[in-house]
């Protein structure tokens, strides 16, 4: 049984003790074939090519700029970004989006800005976006506003799913809306957590085949885990969660999710 972390952080700072050890030896004990690993911001994107080029066979890049950060991204940023892209070694863009939580760091105009340049970033590259969206509180305007940023996204990839909605953690209403565009929906630890019935409702009537499974760590450990550092090998476990709440065999789950993580980021 093979599993695919489609998000994580493993440049992360949190991992520098333990890198190396988690990528040889831990994440293939937990039958972690691939891990997608997302540069988020400028100063991220050279160490997650970095850490691809030193992991060939298990690391995925994928590079982008998180709402949070996008005041970090200058018009210097712009050429050096697209020749990432270009460069045939990114498997996607992202995680690119809006979110309303961190308005004091990055204002909606600057959101809105970046994220419609990156949409049009990935359709020159021909490749498929990864979705950062957060609710606040009960205000799912972010995922209303990052729908309507989309009206302008040509889905210009020849994979089979042209994008993700990662860490989702939203009703059926968004979960709809996103499956309506083509999106698949990441789960993570957000599915574990008791007072979540929601979003594990909203993923059951999506269904098994258009979810792919991620840990987003080291953010988001799985409840029974929660406070420790996350990384790859708890996706066993979450995957555990979703088929017990599916009802459905965890090998049936772990071939789809696995399979829908190569098509999207066209691994081989
Ligand atoms: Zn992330």
Redesign the pocket.
Known sequence: MDFIDS???LTDPAFDADRDELISHILPAAHIVKSVE?G?APNEWQPTLDLAAKYPQQIVPVLGV?PEYAPQFTSAHLAPYQQFLASGNVSAVG?VGLDYTCLDVSDKATQHALFSQMITCADQAGLPLVL?VRRQGEDYSAYTDCLSALSSWKQNTSRPYSGVL??FCARYEEAKQALDRGLLLGINGCFTYKKNEYVREAVKKAGADKIILET?CP?LSPQGKRGTRNDPSNIPLIAQYVADYLNIPLEELAQKTTQHSKLLYAIP
């Open positions: 998000h994580a952080h997302i988020c998180h995680e950062h990662h860490c987003d953010y």
